[in-house]
């Protein structure tokens, strides 16, 4: 089956600071999303992105289908980008999503 | 409105007995998912509808059993519950089988 393996595992920030999650996948998909899980558990969908660039305010992201990963953009993060950031993967799996580990982000004040 | 609604949203039981956590959604929605989030936070999917068709079953005991008695509703019942059973399981929907996720709050399973 495919494997989704995201980097960093843990990354801690200054608030105002940019940064770049990573994932890559072993296989073609055709169904790729990013979430974030806050420090409440809800888990959030930050974009559907399977190839391409989107941006959605400070968060962009943007896959490489051909090359096999993806990357997630937050600029000027704030305490409220804290949690868990999760990449998920499929292929004509009747919707079912591969997770990564996740990257855990910390932003301090 | 919440789109994704799972009750209760935490739940502590005992060894052995059977228990339900119900899901809803009002968007419409085609496909229904069941997926378990364990103590090291890895998601992974347990069951999906599709319009109340059961399209996967992800070597699951068979102590748990879906049910979609519409394409809104998936509920999860669990039969005889084990201490490893506790986890956080999370409802999610979506349009399509290849498009975005919309999850419930989760319901958060403590097994005594």
């Known amino acids: 089956g495919i494997q989704v393996e995201q980097s960093p595992p843990d990354l801690i920030l200054q608030e105002g600071a940019n940064s770049t999650l990573r994932c890559n996948f072993s296989?073609?998909?055709?169904?790729l999303q990013w979430f974030h899980q806050n420090p409440w558990g809800q888990l959030i969908n930050l974009f559907y992105?399977?190839?391409g660039t989107k941006q959605n305010g400070r968060l962009s992201a943007t896959t490489v289908a051909t090359e096999r990963y993806s990357l997630l953009y937050i600029s000027s993060s704030q305490t409220t980008d804290s949690g868990v950031y999760f990449c998920?993967?499929?292929?004509?799996?009747?919707?079912?999503?591969?997770f990564g580990q996740g990257t855990e982000l910390s932003v301090k004040p | 409105d919440t789109a994704v609604s799972q009750t209760p949203k935490y739940l502590v039981t005992q060894m052995g007995n059977d228990k339900s956590i119900k899901c809803e959604q009002n968007?419409?929605?085609?496909?229904m998912y069941w997926y378990k989030q364990d103590s090291k936070k890895f998601l992974k999917i347990m069951f999906s509808?599709?319009?109340?068709?059961?399209?996967i079953n992800e070597t699951v005991p068979n102590r748990f059993s879906p049910k979609s008695p519409d394409k809104a509703h998936l509920n999860l019942h669990i039969n005889s519950l084990e201490l490893g059973d506790s986890a956080v399981y999370f409802c999610?929907?979506?349009?399509?089988?290849?498009?975005?996720?919309?999850f419930g709050s989760g319901t958060r399973l403590t097994v005594v």
């Open positions: 999610a929907s979506s349009q399509v089988e290849n498009y975005g996720y919309t």
């Open positions: 296989d073609s998909v055709n169904n």
């Open positions: 992105i399977p190839s």
């Open positions: 998920a993967v499929s292929y004509n799996q009747g919707g079912k999503l591969i």
């Open positions: 968007l419409g929605h085609d496909t």
């Open positions: 509808y599709n319009n109340k068709e059961l399209i």
